[in-house]
C-alpha cells in the first residue's frame, strides 16, 4: 500500500459506525533505541493493519530537538526493518509539521474554544506552591479563562490553553480497558502553543493522528490519562474520535516495571549482543500478554491471520528469558542452513578473531545441521562452530585436557591409529571407533571423550563422528597426532 499523508487526510477518519478502512499507526519518539516495549506496540499496531487489510504508519514525533538524534532514528528504523514491520508510504516527521499543530491551535482560539494564557513562569510557580502546601492537585487554576486578553500589558508573551470542560465526565470505550471514565473538573486547561510558537506533544498528536487518518490508536496504557485530554481537542475541532486499545506495559520477571537491571531493553541489543532471530523476538513480543488458545509457536502469517485486540490481555506482562531462549531455538532448529550461516559468520569470525574465508563459510553451512539442534541462539551456534576454525595445536580447556591423560590417552593412541587406515565416511569412522572401544572393554563414550577433547579442545561438540566427518581426514588426523600417547609396549 503506500499512501502519503495527503491521500490518507482525503478519507475518513473513522469510527467504529463509519466502518472505515483501519489505519495503525506508531508514533516513537528518536531519543534513544527501538525499546521492546515499542517493538511490541508497533507489531500490535502492525498486525492489526495487516489482519484488516488496513495501512500502518510510522510517524517519528521529534518534536524534542534537544534529544531527538538521527542516530536514534536510524536505530528505530533499523530494528523496524529487522523484525520485518514494514509501514505503508513514507514516514512522517512530527517537527515538520508544527506550523499545521500551530493552525489548529489559533483556529480553536478563533471558535472560542481555547483562550491566550499571560500567566508568567513566576506566578505560576507561585500557583503550583500555593497548590502543594494546600495538598491539592497540581493543575492550572484557570485564572485567564475569562479574562480579556486586553487586561495584559501590551507585547507580553503568551501561550494558548484548550478550553477544556468543566463539568460532567468522560467515558473512553477501550478495547482493551473496557470503559473508563474520568470526572471533567479533574483535567485542566492544557497549554496547546507555547509562548515560542511550537505545539505541545498533546496538540501535535491528536492533529497528526487526524490528519493521517488514524482509526485506531493503539498504544501504552500509560497514555491513557492523555486520551481523556487529547479527547478535549477531538471534541472541539468535530474530529471523528478514534478507537483507543491502551496495551498494558511490559514488566520484568520480579512484577516491576521493565529497566535496565532487568536486561536488554533496545531491540537492536536482542540482535547484536544476544543472537536472537527477528521471528523469534516477534514471537515471543506477541505472546507478551496476548494470547490464542493454548499455541505458543505463532508463525507470522499465522499471526496475520488470526491477531485481534480482544485477545490483549489488562495485566502487565513479565518478560521471561528462558521462554525467549525456546523459542529462538525452535526458530533456528527451522531456519534456512544458508540464512542461518549468514547470520552466525560474523559472531564465529569474531570468536576467532580473523575473518572467515569462502571455504570456512561453505564449511560452516555444512555444519549448520548438526550445530542448530544443541543451539538457543545465534551466540551459541557460533561457539559451537569455533572448533572448525581454530589452528592448531588447539587450546585445549582445563576439563578437556583431563580427559586426554592416563587411560584417556591410551585411548585415543589407539582411535588415532584405527581412524588412520580407514575410509573417511561415517559407517566406516564408527566401527573403527567402536572397535577401539570393544578392544578396551569400555563403552563408546570412554573412547568417544578423549577423541572429542583433541579434535575440539573442549568437552562438549556435535556427535563425534559429525565432528570427523566436518574436520575432514587430514585435519582430524593432525589434530589427533597433536595429542595421541605413544603406544604402550608388548607386555
Not at 500555593?130 to 495584559?152: F, I, S, T, V
Not at 486499545?245 to 535496565?260: F, Q, V
Not at 502469517?301 to 485481534?308: G, L, T
Request: hydrophobic share 40%; glycine share 8%.
Amino acid at each position: 500500500m503506500g499512501a502519503s499523508i495527503d491521500d490518507i487526510a482525503a478519507s475518513p477518519g473513522g469510527s467504529a459506525a463509519t466502518q472505515a478502512p483501519v489505519v495503525t499507526r506508531f508514533a516513537p519518539s528518536p531519543t534513544g533505541f527501538l525499546h521492546i516495549g515499542g517493538a511490541r506496540t508497533a507489531l500490535f499496531n502492525w498486525l492489526w493493519a495487516r489482519h484488516t487489510g488496513g495501512t500502518f504508519l510510522l510517524r517519528i514525533e521529534d518534536t524534542d530537538r534537544a534529544r531527538s538524534t538521527q542516530p536514534a532514528i536510524e536505530a528505530i528504523l533499523s530494528g523496524l526493518r529487522w523484525l520485518g514491520l514494514d509501514w505503508d508510504g513514507d514516514e512522517v516527521y512530527q517537527f515538520a509539521r508544527a506550523s499545521r499543530h500551530a493552525e489548529v491551535a489559533f483556529q480553536l482560539l478563533e471558535q472560542g474554544h481555547a483562550y491566550k494564557c499571560f500567566a508568567t513562569a513566576a506566578e505560576l510557580d507561585e500557583m503550583r506552591a500555593l497548590q502543594r502546601a494546600a495538598k491539592l492537585p497540581m493543575r492550572y487554576d484557570g485564572r485567564w479563562r475569562n479574562r480579556d486578553p486586553e487586561d495584559a500589558p501590551e507585547g507580553a508573551p503568551f501561550v494558548i490553553r484548550l478550553k477544556a470542560d468543566t463539568e460532567g465526565e468522560t467515558t473512553i470505550h477501550d478495547l482493551v480497558q473496557g470503559d473508563v471514565t474520568v470526572r471533567n473538573a479533574e483535567l485542566d486547561d492544557m497549554v496547546l502553543l507555547r509562548s515560542d510558537g511550537t505545539p505541545t506533544y498533546m496538540l501535535a498528536v491528536v492533529v497528526d493522528d487526524h490528519d493521517m487518518g488514524v482509526t485506531h490508536v493503539i498504544r501504552g496504557d500509560d497514555h491513557l490519562n492523555n486520551a481523556f485530554r487529547q479527547l478535549g481537542i477531538i471534541r472541539a475541532m468535530d474530529w471523528p474520535t478514534p478507537i483507543y486499545a491502551h496495551i498494558p506495559l511490559i514488566h520484568g520477571p520480579d512484577g516491576a516495571k521493565l529497566s535496565k537491571r532487568h536486561g536488554a531493553l533496545g531491540v537492536e541489543a536482542y540482535r547484536d549482543e544476544m543472537g536472537i532471530l527477528p521471528e523469534a523476538l516477534s514471537n515471543y513480543l506477541l505472546r507478551l500478554g496476548w494470547g490464542h488458545g493454548d499455541e505458543e509457536m505463532i508463525g507470522r502469517d499465522r499471526a496475520i491471520d488470526i491477531f485481534d485486540l480482544a485477545g490483549i490481555g489488562r495485566s502487565p506482562a513479565r518478560t521471561d528469558q528462558k521462554k525467549l531462549e525456546n523459542i529462538n531455538g525452535h526458530y533456528i532448529r527451522e531456519a534456512d542452513d544458508a540464512r542461518l550461516t549468514d547470520l552466525v559468520a560474523p559472531f564465529t569470525a569474531a570468536k576467532v578473531d580473523r575473518e572467515l574465508t569462502a571455504e570456512d563459510i561453505d564449511l560452516l553451512q555444512r555444519s549448520m545441521p548438526v550445530l542448530k539442534p544443541r543451539a538457543k541462539d545465534l551466540l551459541e551456534l557460533a561457539e559451537g562452530a569455533t572448533f572448525l576454525f581454530r589452528s592448531r595445536p588447539l587450546d585445549i580447556d582445563d576439563r578437556a585436557a583431563a580427559l586426554l591423560t592416563g587411560d584417556g590417552a591410551t585411548l585415543l593412541a589407539a582411535a588415532t591409529r584405527a581412524l588412520s587406515s580407514v575410509e573417511w565416511t561415517n559407517e566406516a569412522l564408527d566401527a573403527a571407533v567402536r572397535g577401539v572401544a570393544e578392544t578396551a572393554g569400555v563403552g563408546l563414550g570412554k573412547v568417544a571423550q578423549p577423541l572429542r577433547a583433541a579434535l575440539t579442545g573442549r568437552t562438549t561438540s556435535p556427535g563425534i563422528f559429525d565432528v570427523l566427518l566436518l574436520l575432514g581426514r587430514d585435519e582430524s588426523l593432525a589434530r589427533l597426532a597433536d595429542h595421541a600417547a605413544p603406544a604402550r609396549p608388548a607386555e
